[in-house]
């Protein structure tokens, strides 16, 4: 198999070194320059898209890997079209917060393997969740995330579909979470603004959003790895 990495944070993230981490095969990191959170689908067609190759720092190793002056759809075409033109998996993340219920729609992480799937090849996009009071082990994300990898690639997976994962955020002590199959969330983010002198600024609580029962939100809100697939 040939599979690339891609993030929306930018690969100098470290969510993306802990994907890295993750994988026990070949693969390319080709991924946005800059941090692109919350493009959403958006590619770039109005001007040149550059691209940095660059040697990566993973383990004691180093990677060969693409920085791409665009946004993650960017990264999977350019792969496809000039990179990795055989390549038959797209990971994507490990997002630095959660991509669940309609997350999907604005984030970047997601739209990679959304677009992958439009040309038939699967993908896996994975998160962690994140609560701000306290900082991400991304040691441990590294472990749930080679541990979901490793079942999904044993799942079936319907031609042009993809998986949606969200790692929970749980204190040290915890155990490892379940991995569970479950629905996205029907539900909207929490709408709400605050007035500040240069005009509104967003103040929706992410955790205080509708925890619809069984949905991915709810799974991966009570501590556990929630995975979704998705058909475009």
Same mark, same amino acid.
């Given at each position: 198999?040939?599979?690339?990495?891609?993030?929306?944070?930018?690969?100098?993230?470290?969510?993306?070194?802990?994907?890295?981490?993750?994988?026990?095969?070949?693969?390319?990191?080709?991924?946005?320059?800059?941090?692109?959170?919350?493009?959403?689908?958006?590619?770039?067609?109005?001007?040149?898209? !550059?691209?940095?190759?660059?040697?990566?720092?993973?383990?004691?190793?180093?990677?060969?890997?693409?920085?791409?002056?665009?946004?993650?759809?960017?990264?999977?075409?350019?792969?496809?079209?000039?990179?990795?033109?055989?390549?038959?998996?797209?990971?994507?993340?490990?997002?630095?917060?959660?991509?669940?219920?309609?997350?999907?729609?604005?984030?970047?992480?997601?739209?990679?393997?959304?677009?992958?799937?439009?040309?038939?090849?699967?993908?896996?996009?994975?998160?962690?969740?994140?609560?701000?009071?306290?900082?991400?082990?991304?040691?441990?994300?590294?472990?749930?995330?080679?541990?979901?990898?490793?079942?999904?690639?044993?799942?079936?997976?319907?031609?042009?579909?993809?998986?949606?994962?969200?790692?929970?955020?749980?204190?040290?002590?915890? !155990?490892?979470?379940?991995?569970?199959?479950?629905?996205?969330?029907?539900?909207?983010?929490?709408?709400?603004?605050?007035?500040?002198?240069?005009?509104?600024?967003?103040?929706?609580?992410?955790?205080?959003?509708?925890?619809?029962?069984?949905?991915?939100?709810?799974?991966?809100?009570?501590?556990?790895? !929630?995975?979704?697939?998705?058909?475009?």
């Amino acid at each position: 198999m040939n599979w690339i990495l891609t993030n929306d944070d930018g690969i100098d993230a470290p969510g993306i070194a802990a994907l890295g981490q993750a994988i026990d095969q070949p693969f390319l990191i080709i991924a946005p320059l800059t941090h692109h959170s919350g493009c959403g689908h958006q590619v770039t067609t109005s001007g040149p898209i !550059a691209i940095e190759k660059r040697k990566i720092p993973l383990g004691n190793k180093l990677l060969l890997s693409y920085g791409i002056g665009g946004t993650p759809v960017d990264c999977v075409r350019v792969a496809l079209q000039h990179l990795c033109p055989t390549l038959t998996w797209v990971l994507s993340g490990i997002n630095e917060g959660g991509n669940l219920g309609s997350d999907i729609y604005i984030s970047g992480t997601v739209a990679a393997v959304r677009e992958a799937a439009l040309h038939e090849i699967p993908g896996i996009a994975i998160s962690q969740y994140h609560r701000r009071d306290r900082p991400i082990d991304w040691s441990r994300s590294t472990r749930w995330a080679q541990q979901v990898i490793e079942y999904l690639l044993k799942q079936p997976l319907p031609n042009q579909a993809f998986w949606n994962v969200n790692l929970p955020h749980l204190l040290p002590e915890a !155990a490892d979470p379940a991995i569970i199959h479950c629905p996205l969330s029907r539900k909207p983010l929490p709408v709400a603004y605050r007035q500040e002198s240069a005009g509104l600024v967003y103040a929706g609580n992410y955790h205080g959003r509708d925890h619809e029962p069984g949905s991915d939100v709810d799974i991966c809100f009570q501590g556990n790895i !929630a995975v979704t697939q998705i058909q475009v």
